[in-house]
């Protein structure tokens, strides 16, 4: 039988203890809660029984369960082969937390850093002294010897400085980075004019962090922009990959992973046609196919 690769993911909730300014589903924290066991059980045998042997469990922030270790030990019971967990990792600083955690029978994580400074993370997040958890939370878990990825949103605040934010995770020794252009549920208006950054202006800032991240040794991923955008070179090729393929549950309340990406009325005469994964649909119909021209 062939393994579905699709990825499966549990969402224990939305509340998390960031207030990211690119997170539609979230909402603050409220108390210390145990996750209902039956409520993951019935979940995860509908992915079992599709199949499914890869689970990423996210929220909101999953690590605000203080079961979460629980729901992680009956996953790998019920036959899950790998099971990550998506966090902002600011309560793996606790070195405790973390060992717990690690030792549940986690395969991996993925953290989101949005900024190489304080300013510039913390400003994403609304949350002061988050980057300085989120960092400890990292170096815990490479201490612990742990497969760390690290998710980054490109937004018009932080493109100038990916490169930064590259070196910064380079140092930190994680294992690979994937950049991904901002996605705005619903469609982007003119309410988001302050977070969205025009591709065209960003691409060659995308750029040079591909060239950082290629010297440190990095590797990393870039999803949402096109390889035209970037340079349209087997560099830029070899970079581009599709948004994260998740297939979260009905409850989940930041869903918004699955790629909605399409082509152009020029893409056609491009010569990358089949091997691009296009612009994302709400940025084209908010700014045209202009900044998207054929390699
Ligand atoms: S197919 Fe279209 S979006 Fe993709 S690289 Fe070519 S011009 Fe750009």
Redesign the pocket.
Known sequence: MTENPKIAGLSLGGECNNRCVFCFGSSAPAGEKQYPIDRAKKKLEEYRHADMRRLIIGGGEPTLWQNLTGVVQLAREMGFAEVQVQTNARLLSYLSTCRELVESGVAGYSVGVHGASSAAHDFLTKTPGSLVQTLAGIQNLKRLGQRVVVNTWIVKSNYRNLGEIVRLLAALKVDAVRMAFVRVPGGMTDQEDWLVAKQEMAGSQIRSAVIVAQRQGLPLSIAGV????LG?DAGAQSV?ASFAQISFDSDAPCSWTNSHTA??P????????D?????PVEYTERYG?SE????
Do not use: I, M, Q, T
């Not at 998207?292 to 390699?295: I, K, L, N």
């Open positions: 096109p390889p035209c955008v349209g581009c082509k152009g020029e893409c056609k005469r491009c010569r990358l046609f091997d691009c994964a296009g612009a196919w998207f021209r054929p390699v």
